[in-house]
């Protein structure tokens, strides 16, 4: 069964300070990775994916995710954090087309000026 | 675009009520699933269907029915509403190439 592990429940970073968000899955075959962003009281927002090709992926608002299948992670990284930053975090793994897509626990990040 | 709508966005029940959470979209997408969101839990599936009269188990499905009828609509039933079922409801969904997650605003659900 495909899993997902996000080993920091909550993260503190100052204001411009680089982020690195650690995300390490459990499936079979090639995965199709996700980071999704959750702010207080609203749905999930896709961050960015990985399907194929190369593995370092861009997202959106500044952030960037590495793909490493000989260590099974696929790390959040942003180089300079803003306040707007803070929310919650979910990578999740799943299998494509008609997928099941299950997340991890995620990571709280909170911001300080 | 309304997206992934879901109704209502509070509820509370007492225990052995039943009710059912309604989630619809807009987008012609042939997939849809439920999540449940607890503290330190994460996301969980409860339910998901690749189309319309075809539905699945995710990994909590105990305790919720779900139906597609339509590929519009995706409703999730809880038949004898307990404690444990209080969260967060989220309905989700993506299209044949599943490369995005479409989440509605969610349901929070207070089971007393």
């Known amino acids: 069964a495909q899993s997902v592990t996000q080993p920091d429940i909550h993260i503190t970073v100052s204001e411009g300070a680089s982020l690195e968000l650690r995300c390490n899955y459990s499936?079979?075959?090639?995965?199709?990775l996700f980071w999704y962003v959750q702010s207080p009281g609203q749905g999930l927002q896709l961050l960015l994916k990985?399907?194929?090709?190369?593995?370092l992926v861009q997202g959106i608002k500044g952030f960037e995710a590495e793909f490493k299948r000989s260590q099974s992670s696929f790390n959040l990284r942003k180089p300079s954090v803003h306040w707007s930053d803070a929310a919650e975090y979910f990578c999740?793994?799943?299998?494509?087309?008609?997928?099941?897509?299950?997340f991890g626990t995620g990571t709280k990040l909170q911001v300080i000026p | 675009n309304a997206g992934v709508t879901q109704t209502p966005k509070f509820q509370v029940l007492k225990t052995g009520q039943s009710m059912t959470l309604q989630c619809a979209q807009d987008m012609n997408h042939e997939y849809m699933s439920w999540y449940r969101q607890d503290p330190g839990m994460g996301l969980r599936l409860i339910h998901y269907?690749?189309?319309?009269?075809?539905?699945d188990q995710g990994e909590v499905p105990n305790g919720y029915n779900v139906s597609r009828s339509t590929t519009e609509d995706f409703p999730l039933r809880l038949l004898s509403a307990a404690p444990s079922q209080t969260s967060v409801y989220f309905c989700?969904?993506?299209?044949?190439?599943?490369?995005?997650?479409?989440f509605g605003s969610g349901t929070q659900l207070s089971v007393l």
């Open positions: 499936y079979g075959a090639t995965p199709y």
């Open positions: 990985y399907f194929s090709g190369d593995t």
């Open positions: 989700a969904s993506s299209d044949r190439g599943g490369e995005k997650l479409f």
């Open positions: 269907s690749v189309g319309a009269g075809i539905t």
């Open positions: 999740a793994v799943g299998s494509g087309g008609y997928q099941k897509v299950t």
